[in-house]
């Protein structure tokens, strides 16, 4: 389960005062939720927390029962690595590198070995439907091909938690939905806590819970 404790982080942004203020929620295991607000409600500050990217002026965040806003960088380091996903709005996947290289990648970094990595590397590329494509490169794939695959890179090392950042604003409406609904079919086999940033009513609308933000604060959950 993911947690925010009166979550507070500020920062000046054109001269007025922006960031998240006083936000709890709870997430439990295997729910795909979605911050769901205009551009500047605070949905990527909150990303940013959950994932350890930043750390709040105040309150805490908590990844099943445990206070993990204050560890130490290379505790956080780790944490990020063996128990975290991330899914960008604009994919990141290495250009020069296959399908299937990509999402071997933080496997490696765990240090898991070659002939382990690359099992579950084409077994999570298999899940999201690219197991036809797991030796193209990006610049060989769709946008939805694209994306598919930055999911499988989220989800080869089995992670607790995976954040997803606007995932279908580079996306049509053909591609966007399905693979909304990857994510909560992902959510409910597999146990994943997704949560995800979107002011897309195709998103919200596959949303297990959505939480929305107005100006940096929790207005409704639901």
Request: glycine share 10%; net charge negative; aromatic share 4%.
């Amino acid at each position: 389960m993911l947690e925010f404790r009166n979550l507070t982080r500020a920062y000046e942004l054109g001269g007025e005062r922006a960031g998240v203020f006083d936000v709890s929620l709870q997430v439990p295991k295997g729910c795909l939720a979605v911050l769901a607000g205009p551009s500047g409600s605070g949905k990527t500050t909150l990303l940013q927390l959950a994932g350890l990217l930043d750390t709040p002026d105040e309150g805490e965040v908590l990844l099943d029962g445990e206070s993990v806003s204050t560890l130490p960088e290379r505790a956080r380091c780790d944490l990020r690595l063996r128990r975290m996903g991330f899914v960008f709005q604009a994919f990141n996947l290495v250009p020069v590198l296959s399908a299937l290289e990509n999402v071997m990648l933080p496997l490696q970094f765990q240090g898991t070995p070659e002939t382990e990595a690359r099992q579950r590397a084409e077994m999570a590329l298999d899940r999201v439907g690219l197991a036809d494509r797991r030796h193209h490169r990006p610049g060989q794939l769709s946008g939805g091909q694209q994306q598919r695959a930055a999911i499988a890179r989220a989800l080869a090392p089995d992670p607790l938690l995976v954040l997803a950042d606007e995932p279908t604003a580079s996306l049509d409406h053909a591609h966007g939905g399905p693979l909304m609904d990857l994510m909560a079919e992902l959510a409910t086999e597999r146990g994943v806590t997704f949560l995800v940033a979107s002011h897309d009513p195709a998103v919200i609308a596959r949303a297990h819970q959505v939480f929305r933000l107005r100006d940096g604060r929790l207005a409704e959950a639901s």
